[in-house]
T-cell receptor, first 113, second 108 residues
Framework: EPEVTQTPSHQVTQMGQEVILRCVPI?????FYWYRQILGQKVEFLVS????????KSEIFDDQFSVERPDGSNFTLKIRSTKLEDSAMYFC???????????FGPGTRLTVT | RKEVEQDPGPFNVPEGATVAFNCTYS??????FFWYRQDCRKEPKLLMS???SGNEDGRFTAQLNRASQYISLLIRDSKLSDSATYLC?????????FGTGTRLQVFP
């Protein structure tokens, strides 16, 4: 069964550094998402992406965040200058054009020190 | 009012028990609803979609009451492996809105 993959599984970075989180969605998915989950809190939507454009973004997704799908397979989330409060699990998700169910990757744990 | 509200639990039940989780949502225009399961420090995994007519998948039954903006999940004959956090999820435009989850612990 195809799965969403994410790398790295854990990233430790210093405040102010740039990080890039990578995702390989399921090959026939056309809609892509990033969510985050701060430890002990609920999963929160960050951004949705379709046809190489951002469809929707949350208030969390400020100018420090960007997404791209550079080569038609990888889907990346970049945080330009990390803050302590960016420490969280970041999940990539995707879905088919014909269905609303979203399937999640295993996540990247980001720790900002 | 929270967008998606769930009782956080925990629900501690013996193997073989039936347990029910409830959830309310605030946006009456929402059209799609799901239950996800999340194990500790893992990703949410889709358990089932929830349809107006109600739907069943093995030991799991989901119900939707649009008038009351209420979603439920029933687990029959609980197994130890059902221990997890159950997330009530509502789709708003194209994004998923998650509840905080209800923790279930099944004991022998």
């Amino acid at each position: 069964e195809p799965e969403v993959t994410q790398t790295p599984s854990h990233q430790v970075t210093q405040m102010g550094q740039e990080v890039i989180l990578r995702c390989v969605p399921i090959s026939n998915h056309l809609y892509f998402y990033w969510y985050r989950q701060i430890l002990g809190q609920k999963v929160e939507f960050l951004v949705s992406f379709y046809n190489n454009e951002i469809s929707e973004k949350s208030e969390i997704f400020d100018d420090q965040f960007s997404v791209e799908r550079p080569d038609g397979s990888n889907f990346t989330l970049k945080i330009r200058s990390t803050k302590l409060e960016d420490s969280a699990m970041y999940f990539c998700a995707g879905r088919l054009a014909s269905a609303y169910e979203q399937y999640f990757g295993p996540g990247t744990r980001l720790t900002v020190t | 009012r929270k967008e998606v509200e769930q009782d956080p639990g925990p629900f501690n039940v013996p193997e073989g028990a039936t347990v029910a989780f409830n959830c309310t949502y605030s946006n009456s225009a929402s059209q799609s609803f799901f239950w996800y399961r999340q194990d500790c420090r893992k990703e949410p995994k889709l358990l089932m979609s929830v349809y107006s007519s109600g739907n069943e998948d093995g030991r799991f039954t989901a119900q939707l009451n649009r008038a009351s903006q209420y979603i439920s999940l029933l687990i029959r004959d609980s197994k130890l492996s059902d221990s997890a956090t159950y997330l009530c999820v509502v789709m708003d435009t194209d994004k998923l809105i998650f509840g905080t989850g209800t923790r279930l612990q099944v004991f022998p």
